[in-house]
């Protein structure tokens, strides 16, 4: 095959996958035009790559016209995740601390500057349920979770300079760490004092208590887990002051 061809392919792969992933984008579907103007292709181009994907079940067309992800699509996704051996061993801890806090607990694993949630449990009743989402992204140096698992990821003032890579840190609210220096400070005390605490850094009005999770490794953490609630309800001193109950929930040792 040409080095030409290979480029055409690759090019066209890419498309393909753009336009997959525009239709998650949109749950009540899009029109042909729409996603062609999505992705900046002609239209011929985009009808192909759709056709492609509905051949694989990855795409349907609903009876309006409009295109949405296919039932296979779906299936191949939640049997991915239910599959999951943290996804599975983190359920029960999630709902221990959901029933002990009456507050959203979370699962999440660190992705370059983003922390993505892994499981999200909400209480049954009584609990305002937070904006995160199975799959939603934060940044990592504003949440709980993102700095207990930047805390093991950088152990020096040069590695978080170099994650940091120059680049300013995105403040979600004014209590958001702002420089790399800051975040150093940050991380030493978090691997001095076991957790890591978000007081409402990254969203206004919402703290977090965080712990590593070891679930698939003795000595390096898989994730972390997080207790989140509201301010007002459940203030961050709370959280702090009952962190060998968290612990031991996350550890899975016996309560008194």
Same mark, same amino acid.
């Given at each position: !095959? ?12 890419? *498309? ?7 239709? #998650?984008? /949109?749950?009540? +579907? ?22 492609? @994907? ?7 067309? /609903? ?8 039932? %296979? ?8 995740? %239910? ?7 983190? !359920?029960?801890? @999630? ?27 909400? &209480?049954? =009743? ?10 939603? *992204? ?5 949440? #709980?979770?993102?700095?207990? @698992? ?6 020096? =003032? ?33 691997? %001095?004092?076991?957790? =890591? ?5 990254? %969203? &206004?009005?919402?703290?977090?208590? =965080? ?6 490794? $003795?000595? #390096?953490?898989? +994730?972390?887990?997080?207790?989140? +609630?509201?301010?007002?309800?459940? $203030? ?7 962190? &060998? ?6 550890? +899975?040792?016996?309560?008194?």
């Amino acid at each position: !095959m040409s080095t030409q061809s290979q480029a055409d392919k690759l090019v066209g792969s890419d *498309r393909v996958l753009a336009v997959l992933a525009e239709l #998650a984008r /949109h749950p009540d +579907g899009i029109g042909l035009e729409e996603m062609a103007r999505a992705v900046a292709s002609p239209k011929p181009t985009v009808h192909r790559a759709l056709a492609a @994907l509905r051949r694989a079940g990855l795409a349907a067309q /609903h009876g309006h016209g409009r295109y949405v992800l296919g039932d %296979e699509f779906l299936r191949m996704a939640f049997a991915h995740h %239910e599959a999951r051996p943290d996804h599975v061993r983190v !359920m029960p801890v @999630l709902k221990a601390l959901c029933e002990r806090y009456g507050e959203t607990a979370h699962y999440a694993v660190l992705d370059g500057h983003s922390v993505v949630y892994r499981s999200k449990l909400d &209480p049954d =009743a009584g609990a305002v349920r937070l904006t995160s989402i199975v799959g939603g *992204r934060n940044p990592a140096h504003c949440t #709980a979770v993102g700095k207990v @698992l930047l805390a093991h990821a950088l152990p020096d =003032a040069d590695a978080v300079r170099a994650w940091a890579d120059g680049r300013t840190l995105e403040r979600p609210t004014g209590r958001s760490i702002a420089t790399a220096g800051e975040l150093h400070a940050e991380l030493a005390r978090v691997r %001095e004092q076991g957790y =890591a605490a978000d007081d409402q850094e990254n %969203e &206004p009005g919402v703290n977090c208590v =965080a712990v590593a999770a070891y679930l698939t490794s $003795p000595t #390096a953490p898989s +994730g972390a887990i997080s207790v989140s +609630g509201l301010a007002y309800r459940t $203030p961050i001193d709370r959280l702090v002051a009952d962190l &060998p109950a968290i612990r031991a929930i996350v550890s +899975g040792e016996d309560l008194q």
